[in-house]
């Protein structure tokens, strides 16, 4: 008998056996049968096949490789036209990792927003990156750079930005209010008062306790796109501000911490939770009108715009459009009646608004020690019937089907829809402190409601 070896040899390759004549066979039909599709199908099937292999090797790298530790993503070489560095050693030493969506770069084009979240390594706590806005905004900002500089757009802003205009007069002059005048919102009461709070309140300086010309350009590029790390920074949580904690910032993304799911998953929870919640926003409404300093004033006021925590806690989570007053300032603007309670007025939104469309004076705001827009805009926006976007498929207003003892005993309806439409001078701030009250008693009842 052959051995092993020869016998395999021979049945495997002799050619004209009929155990290798039917494994060709198939091969043959297949190979045929691949020939005998037309061509652009056949092209159709490779480029399927390309596509399906280039979105495998995208995907494992992508898992594979932390974005995070990366420059490139971060955009730090286009620093001072960025947000800043404090954060970037925790980045690059590879201590977070993105979650989610996030880790995948080829689902970014869907990620309009830039918003990116990530858990620390160790710690397991979670963070939230913001890119603060839209890829065209931003590249509208750097062609405004590249236009200050006598350039053309798409130019070097990293090296434009330090030779612009702007920044010679910053050189000279230092920041001023005319640099950040009519930038955002922040920046629309601005003074030299605001001004020294923000350089006083800075994270982001290249050396600790000096101001350098690259930190001045900073701060004006982050107004420039916008002000939400400068606010977070300036009016701090630690101070008791009912916003997210600053973390840090590289390059031209924000890092700040995770407050929680939006308030839009809270709209059908009990009314005794909902009523905590309306009472939360209240008092945040009562924080940013009472300081003795300082008055912020919202002027986007929507459910995604805060978050709610595991506690239960509620938080502002986006402070791009808030208008900062310095309460000093405007006994200067208007020394006769300054100290008058500015009052907002309700407007009647268009049919193609639905019940979104907050209005507000901001030459009012500017030059009243005091104004009762907060607790119009909590009520209008969110909490009572006025807020409602039911009938054009939108989400019901916090404080929907109030329980009929609730209001009976504290004629809640009445209280918000005062609160929107007051009938007599002063009303509405009168009535934001009842409705304060109600909502206080509710959420800490006892009793079935």
Known sequence: MLPFSARYRKVCLEPDSEISTDMATPIKHSGFRFKGIPIKARCFVIILALLALYLFVT??????ENRLTKEEFLDVYKCPACYGHSFCFALFDDQFSLQGV???????????????????????????????????ELQKVDDEICKDSVREPGCDVAKRMVVSKTAQDIGLNGLLPGHLKD??????????????????RYKERSRPGVTRMDDYLQILYTAR???EPLMLQTFPASEGWPFPEYLGACGRYIVQEYNGKSLADFVNAPFQKRADLAYQMMKMADRLTSDPDWNLYWTDLVYNNFAVDEAGKLTYIDAE????????????????????????????????????????????????????????AVCRNVLSSYADNRPTGGSAHLLHDIPDKIKHDWDLEILLNECVRPHYPQGRYKVAHKLMQALEH????KKPL
């Open 102 to 136: 996030s880790r995948y770069s080829v689902l970014d084009v869907m990620n309009v927003k830039n918003v990116h979240f990530a858990y620390h390594k160790e710690g397991l706590h979670q963070v939230v990156l913001k890119k603060l806005a839209h890829v065209d």
């Open 225 to 227: 796109v916008n002000p």
């Open 59 to 64: 995907i494992y790298f992508t898992l594979k």
């Open 321 to 376: 459009n808030i208008v900062v007053v310095d309460k000093q300032a405007t006994k200067i603007s208007n020394p006769k009646s300054w100290d008058d309670l500015a009052e907002s007025e309700y407007i009647q939104c268009d049919e193609n608004r639905g019940n979104d469309c907050l209005t507000f004076d901001t030459n009012q705001l500017c030059t009243h020690h005091m104004a009762d827009h907060n607790y119009f």
């Open 183 to 200: 930038t955002t919102f922040m920046f629309l009461c601005v003074t030299h008062k605001l001004i020294d709070r923000v350089l006083e």
């Open 442 to 445: 509710i959420r800490d009842s």
